[in-house]
């Protein structure tokens, strides 16, 4: 049985510096694993590789055991992955329920034509989809903004609804990039409690990257460090907060 | 006052046809931030597609959405095969790209159908209503409805469909697009697809008016540059409502201000550009330009 992802020596170069060096580790269904590591450590770069952003100059991804290398951006969704990004990327012009559909449009299974002329098939389907949207908005807690514009909407809402744009797609692996940065102390405890819920009631399995330590290990499994692109570290939360060797990544050496 | 009136309504005839070349070159700012100098050229050739169906015995009714069709099909052509391969490079490079493609497509349209200007059919009665006391020829309202009737459609196809809903999303943040499943690169077709036969539907509309000739839109481009940059270069709402004030304003200006006559409306049009890029840069609708860093 092999694991929903398996990173495996996975190294990128850009010019002569090296962001990835030979990185291996595996989220298995079900987990909850953190990537943790001081700036630059190469968090943000391992997210690219995995979503076909960026080439690597080495190693595989696997989902499910079956490379993603040789698909294309816009088919990883297909494969059961959706992400968020670190700083938003939210249509900042449309709707809290126009964002959230776009996530869903992979799931309305008629093509373009169709999608175009209000054909009854279509209708019904896109009667389902605004459903599931409507649901999505609701389960993250901003069902009464449906309707609004993004780009006016505080920053801690939006980095929800990208999580619901996300969620929508029915993922079975969601990569977070910093699900707590950026928003206040309340709040990170209010994304703790929705991203156990996405976990627990919706059986999604997570890979996170994250600065805010308490938030990691009150939420993961396991956690992987890594430091200028190496792997230093890999074990529950509580055997890495003893590892010497992330401590010294941290504080530097003593 | 009824003078003034019936200028007001052949000025809107008029400002719908640049509004909608006007739409034409917005959808295409709005999908890749580039300004398609051949969007002109483009329409010219769809309305020489539609006379030669017509002048084939076809009925103008059938010509005229056949055309459309051939247009779209032609837009999505021109993306994959002239744009497509340098999507990426700086903008400057794909703005001499879209010069360079409006050269050949006046040259191509010279070239197979020749520089004698044609007289193109309009299907509306050349005769006038009286609509409370204002004389309004049948040619004017039949134009003012269709330019509606094709905002409309477009304004519903990108708000209200499935489709539209993607094209907005590719065109706004691609690579976040891409991750949920949007194949960016065949929205953008459909883009250009959607601009072409929104622009052909002016040439066809201006046809009747102008005579067709390969050189055709080159003032009308211009008064659509006017309008787009108006309304806000962003904005498809802008790019209407600019057209109809451009039409009435040049309609207007050469009705009642002597000097400018028949003779200088195209430097009016471009005064608006002018005016409009030093006063308010971000036209009427448009927003101003923030960029997070």
């Known amino acids: ?254 | 006052m009824q003078e003034f009136l019936q200028q007001v309504v052949s000025g809107l005839a008029v400002g719908g046809i640049f509004a909608s070349l006007a739409l034409a070159l917005v959808l295409i700012y709005n999908a890749m931030g580039l300004v398609n100098f051949a969007q002109g050229e483009m329409a010219m050739l769809a309305t020489f597609v539609a006379y030669a169906l017509v002048n084939r015995g076809m009925s103008y009714w059938i010509a005229f959405p056949v055309a459309l069709v051939l247009a779209f099909g032609g837009g999505i052509v021109i993306q994959r095969i002239v744009i497509r391969p340098v999507e990426r490079a700086p903008i400057l490079t794909l703005v001499i790209i879209t010069l360079g493609l409006a050269t050949l497509l006046n040259g191509l349209a010279g070239f197979v159908f020749g520089y004698v200007p044609r007289s193109f059919p309009s299907p509306f009665s050349a005769q006038s209503a009286d609509v409370l006391g204002v004389f309004v020829s049948y040619r004017d309202l039949g134009v003012i409805a269709m330019s509606g009737l094709v905002l409309l459609a477009v304004y519903l196809l990108l708000q209200r469909t499935t489709v539209g809903l993607t094209m907005r999303a590719a065109a706004h943040h691609p690579e976040a697009s891409r991750l949920l499943g949007v194949q960016v690169s065949w929205m953008l077709g459909l883009g250009w697809g959607l601009a072409s036969a929104v622009g052909a539907v002016s040439g066809i509309m201006v046809a009747p008016i102008l005579l067709l000739e390969p050189n055709m839109m080159q003032s009308i481009i211009i008064y659509a540059f006017a309008a787009a940059v108006l309304g806000g270069i962003e904005s498809p709402l802008g790019a209407v409502v600019g057209g109809l004030a451009v039409g009435v304003t040049i309609n207007l200006a050469g009705a009642y201000l002597p000097f400018v006559g028949g003779d200088l409306q195209l430097a009016v049009g471009l005064a608006i550009i002018i005016a409009v890029l030093i006063i308010r840069p971000n036209g009427l609708f448009g927003r101003a330009a923030v960029r997070r860093v």
């Open chain 1, 1 to 254: 049985m092999s694991a929903l992802l398996e990173v495996r020596d996975l190294s990128v170069r850009f010019g002569g510096v090296i962001a990835l060096d030979r990185v291996s580790f595996a989220v298995e269904a079900g987990q909850v694993v953190a990537l943790i590591g001081p700036n630059g450590a190469g968090k943000t770069t391992l997210f690219n590789v995995i979503t076909r952003v960026y080439r690597p100059a080495g190693g595989t991804v696997l989902v499910d055991g079956d490379s993603v290398l040789a698909i294309r951006p816009h088919q990883v969704i297909r494969r059961g992955l959706a992400r968020t990004f670190q700083n938003v990327a939210l249509f900042r012009s449309m709707t809290v329920l126009d964002n959230v559909l776009v996530g869903d449009h992979t799931q309305t299974k008629s093509g373009w034509l169709q999608a175009s002329v209000p054909l009854p098939g279509a209708v019904a389907a896109e009667s389902a989809s605004r459903k599931r949207a409507l649901e999505m908005i609701d389960f993250v807690g901003l069902g009464p903004h449906a309707q609004r514009p993004v780009a006016a909407l505080p920053f801690g809402w939006q980095k929800r609804i990208e999580l619901a744009r996300a969620l929508v797609s029915r993922p079975r692996l969601l990569l977070l990039d910093e699900p707590a940065g950026g928003i206040s102390h309340e709040e990170v405890d209010d994304v703790s409690r929705l991203l156990r819920r996405v976990h627990k009631e919706l059986g999604v399995t997570m890979l996170l990257v994250e600065h805010h330590m308490a938030f990691v290990m009150g939420i993961s499994d396991r956690v992987v460090v890594l430091d200028f692109g190496k792997k230093i570290a890999e074990g529950t939360p509580a055997e890495v907060q003893r590892n010497r060797a992330v401590i010294e990544a941290y504080l530097g050496a003593a």
